[in-house]
C-alpha cells in the first residue's frame, strides 16, 4: 500500500495560484518558448536545454505532480505568481494590445487573452 505525502498547506495554496495563474498549457508554452528562444545557436540536440529562462524552469513545474515537488520548484512557483500578478496589476494603457507586456506574461506561462 503506498503511502500518502501531504503536503504542507502553503504549499498546496500556492500549488493552486500557480496553476490559476499559468494559464497556458505545457505544449503550448514549450512552442511559444521555443520561438522566443529560436535564433542562430537555438535547437541543439535538447531544444528543451535552449528555453529561456525563467520559462523553462515553469515548464518544468508544470510536467510535475505535486507530490514530486523539490524546494527549488516551490520557489520558482512562488516567484511566477508574484511577477504574473504584479505584470497584471501593472496593465499598460494599450493593455492586451501592448506586444511587450503579453510577451512578458507568456514568457510566464500567463496568456492575458484567456478567460478564467
Known amino acids: 500500500m503506498a503511502r500518502e505525502q501531504r503536503l504542507e498547506p502553503e504549499v498546496e495554496v500556492l500549488w493552486e495560484d500557480f496553476h490559476a495563474e499559468v494559464n497556458v498549457p505545457s505544449e503550448q508554452l514549450r ?11 537555438a ?3 535538447d531544444p528543451d536545454l535552449n528555453l529561456p529562462e525563467p520559462g523553462r524552469q515553469i515548464l518544468a513545474v ?3 505532480r505535486k507530490v514530486d515537488l523539490t ?3 516551490v520557489e ?3 516567484e511566477a505568481v508574484e511577477r504574473i500578478r504584479s505584470l497584471t496589476a501593472d496593465k499598460p494603457r ?4 501592448d506586444d511587450e507586456w503579453r510577451h ?3 514568457d510566464l506561462g500567463h496568456d492575458v487573452l484567456v478567460e478564467r
Open 94 to 97: 494599450r493593455g492586451n494590445a
Open 43 to 45: 535547437f541543439g540536440p
Open 76 to 78: 520558482v512557483m512562488r
Open 31 to 41: 512552442q511559444w518558448l521555443l520561438t522566443r528562444g529560436s535564433g542562430e545557436e
Open 71 to 73: 524546494p527549488e520548484d
Open 62 to 64: 508544470l510536467r510535475k
Open 104 to 106: 512578458s506574461l507568456l
